[in-house]
């Protein structure tokens, strides 16, 4: 992800994921990967997004996908920065316990 350079698909996704509009924020955040492959930022909010509506209808392949989008911030986060990114650990967590939920169920 570039310095300073934070796209408007990004920012509508942020807007969007806030406002709990989980479906419009996984459309902006693919626009913005589309663009941006390797942003960490906008596949962890992809993924927080695809958990919510994945829960919402217990969808659980949905679950899968946000697992992989959690997986995949940390791993460019640990390959480009050499460094941690903790809230998408937290969310690989939470996403974790979420799917050992559904598959109980």
Do not use: T
Not at 14 to 42: C, T, V, W
Not at 53 to 72: D, G, H, P, R, T
């Amino acid at each position: 992800m570039k310095e300073n350079s934070i796209s408007k698909d990004f920012q509508k996704g942020l807007g969007m994921l806030n406002g709990k509009h989980y479906k419009k924020a996984i459309e902006f955040f693919q626009r913005d990967l589309d663009k941006e492959p390797d942003n960490y930022a906008s596949l962890n909010n992809m993924g927080l997004a695809k958990s919510h509506v994945s829960i919402e209808n217990n969808n659980i392949s949905l679950l899968e996908e946000a697992i992989e989008n959690f997986k995949q911030a940390i791993c460019l986060v640990k390959n480009l920065d050499n460094d941690e990114f903790p809230i998408a650990e937290a969310n690989l967590k939470w996403a974790l316990e979420e799917y050992s939920k559904m598959e109980s169920k």
